[in-house]
């Protein structure tokens, strides 16, 4: 069975500080795809970044930056010098390959990210 | 390009009555997929259509609910004999599919709001 988690709840940072939002999946697939999301109080699921299972390079996006690491089932997420504006809850989610096609996104319970001033 | 349009943003119904929401994808995306988010809990995937045909439902789609996308454009999604367990965020997600490409990234909506009294 395929699942993601997402152990951390909820987080709390102090503005300007660094923050990492953990994940780990579950899949005995070899070909998979892997996501994260925002989703600010305004309840829109906002696409941040899609991986595929055969790139394990980490990527930075300006402030934003993942590690995926196949080895320990990870995939994470940080952000840097965090604003307030970053405050939403996180998710991480799943898609598996039928037949050259992304399927249906498996998520985490996500993280719910508090930044202050 | 406008996003996903969903409507209503909010619904609150009484026991027992149908509901229908309505979703508008982004022009021209081929696949349109429904999920629901019940509170603290990530996005669940319901069902998605490619054009007009309806590829794959969830367990979760039990035989209250029906979901139509009759001209490959917008959907609908009714819920008949509502119950308390229904209420819950409905998200409407949106993507273009190309055969033998998999970057089909979907696109969310706000979502509509239900509430079962």
């Known amino acids: 069975a395929q699942k993601v988690t997402q152990a951390q709840t909820e987080t709390s940072v102090v503005e300007k500080e660094d923050v990492t939002l953990d994940c780990v999946y579950e899949t005995r697939d070899t070909t998979y795809y892997l996501f994260w999301y925002k989703q600010p109080p305004s309840g829109e699921l906002v696409f941040l970044i899609r991986r595929n299972s055969f790139d394990e390079q980490n990527e930075i996006s300006g402030r934003y930056s993942w590690n995926f690491q196949k080895s320990t089932s990870s995939f994470n997420f940080t952000i840097t010098a965090s604003q307030v504006v970053d405050s939403a809850v996180y998710f991480c989610a799943l898609s598996l390959n039928y037949g050259g096609s992304q399927g249906n996104l498996i998520f985490g319970k996500g993280t719910k990210l508090s930044v202050k001033p | 390009d406008t996003g996903v349009s969903q409507d209503p943003r909010h619904k609150i119904t009484k026991r027992g009555q149908n509901v229908t929401f309505r979703c508008d994808p982004i022009?021209?995306?081929?696949?349109l997929y429904w999920y629901r988010q019940t509170l603290g809990q990530g996005p669940e995937f319901l069902t998605y259509?490619?054009?007009?045909?309806?590829?794959?439902k969830s367990r979760l789609l039990s035989d209250r609910f029906s979901a139509e996308r009759p001209k490959g454009s917008f959907s609908t999604l009714e819920i008949q004999r509502t119950e308390q367990g229904d209420s819950a965020m409905y998200l409407c997600a949106s993507s273009a599919f190309r055969t033998g490409e998999v970057k089909n990234i979907q696109y969310f909506g706000a979502g509509t709001r239900l509430s079962v009294l």
């Open positions: 022009s021209e995306h081929n696949r």
């Open positions: 259509f490619q054009n007009e045909a309806q590829l794959e």
